[in-house]
């Protein structure tokens, strides 16, 4: 099922979905195609396209409404950046998933102002998430330490990469309380507090114009108002499902595209490729399987049942390791010609070694299954 399909299956439900993510599918094929190799190679950070993606509603369509909240829309404006670049979808999951906080916490003195912000695009921004997701799940320690002062928390450590930052950005992250063992708050870091320094990542293999930086903490002080959940653990509980839900755009659009990649070389090369032993029809029949459970759960991400909280897990395993294997197909499809640096599929392989491991990696992600 292609772009098309999926926005007229929004169509015939949400108009108004589909609208935003056919406007974010035009703007990712006339302004973003253009831009794809360099935000590879690390030489343009996309703030502005960020920021008028947030102008046609790219950010906003997810946010809780009465008690509900419905991913979809979401899921499909980030899939149709990832058929054009994995990056900007990355980036684009890092937005999502702040607005996915501000405008799930209780502080009515961080949701005014700052959650419509954000979901507008006027502020950017991403998590930091990756450390407090291991530690939950037996892997890690937390890196952040915090204790409590008058108006709020004094915060020290340091997170090795956070995305889609730079100097006036915010992202959301969690600290454990050294006052108050085993008690861990969720908060907004200020990326221009002085405190706070941004340390430039060595270069990645994919990923470079993501705005990700080392960030370390010189005991911050973090005032109440940019508190999200001062008891973060059933907080994780309520936006752990999008978190994870929100991830399935960046691996529906690689796929997509690899599908396309492997179905332009079929005109000189098909004669030979029909030996591979992974066709286009297959890896259609396998997106459209993932893209109809992606479209289900994401109707329904506050359901805390443990079968659907297995069904989430199973589906993000399930994805990374199709968009792998989509990239690896697409580059054996390609034989010479995409070995060439200027053809993207080698990039579309270097992007879905990012989509398999970022938290949750496919290892923590087997160890979740195996520990349910
Ligand atoms: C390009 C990029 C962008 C990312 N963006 C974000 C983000 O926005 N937010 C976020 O929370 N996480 C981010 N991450 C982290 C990511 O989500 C994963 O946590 C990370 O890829 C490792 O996950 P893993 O489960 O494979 O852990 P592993 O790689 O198995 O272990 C991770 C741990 O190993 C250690 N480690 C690994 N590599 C190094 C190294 N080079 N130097 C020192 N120590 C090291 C660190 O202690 C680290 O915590 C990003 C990672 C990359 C590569």
């Known amino acids: 099922m292609g772009s098309l399909a999926l926005s007229r299956l929004a169509v015939d439900e949400d108009p108004a979905s589909a609208s935003v993510a056919d406007q974010v599918a035009t703007i990712a094929r006339k302004n973003l195609a253009p831009m794809a190799a360099a935000i590879d190679d690390g030489t343009v950070y996309p703030d502005e396209l960020l920021r008028r993606l947030g102008d046609v509603g790219a950010w906003s369509s997810h946010q809780p409404r009465n008690g509900a909240a419905d991913l979809r829309c979401a899921i499909q404006s980030m899939a149709a950046l990832a058929e054009v670049c994995g990056a900007t979808a990355f980036m684009a999951w ?19 102002g700052f959650a419509d912000g954000v979901a507008a695009g006027k502020i950017l921004g991403g998590t930091g998430l990756s450390n407090p997701m291991k530690t939950f799940f037996g892997i890690e320690k937390f890196k952040l330490k915090g204790r409590r002062v008058d108006g709020g928390y004094v915060v020290r450590g340091a997170l090795p990469w956070v995305s889609n930052l730079g100097p006036d950005h915010f992202f959301g992250t969690i600290f454990e309380r050294e006052d108050m063992p085993g008690e861990i708050v969720m908060f907004l870091a200020d990326c221009s507090d002085p405190a706070i320094t941004l340390q430039p ?25 940019l508190i999200l959940a001062e008891q973060a653990k059933p907080f994780v509980r309520k936006i752990r499902a999008g978190f994870i839900l929100l991830q399935a755009g960046m691996g529906v659009g690689l796929i997509r595209d690899c599908i396309a990649i492997m179905n332009e070389v079929d005109g000189p090369l098909g004669h030979v490729n029909r030996y591979l032993p992974q066709q286009p029809s ?83 992600l087997r160890k979740m299954l195996a520990d349910m």
Request: hydrophobic share 40%.
């Open 201 to 225: 990542c060595k270069p990645f293999l994919a990923m470079d114009g993501t705005g990700t930086y080392g960030v370390q903490f010189r005991d911050i002080f973090v005032p109440d108002r």
């Open 94 to 112: 890092c937005q999502n998933t702040l607005v996915w906080y501000a405008a799930n916490s209780d502080n009515a003195a961080l949701t005014t």
């Open 282 to 364: 297959d890896f259609n029949q396998l997106l459209s399987d993932l893209e109809s459970e992606a479209m289900e759960l994401a109707r329904d991400p506050f359901n805390a049942d443990d079968d659907y909280w297995r069904r989430v897990v199973t589906l993000r395993l399930h994805i990374g390791d199709a968009s792998v294997a989509a990239a690896h197909a697409a580059m054996l499809h390609c034989g010479a010609r995409g070995y060439l640096k200027s053809h993207r599929v080698q990039r579309r392989l270097r992007e879905a070694y990012f989509v398999a491991i970022v938290t949750p990696a496919t290892k923590q």
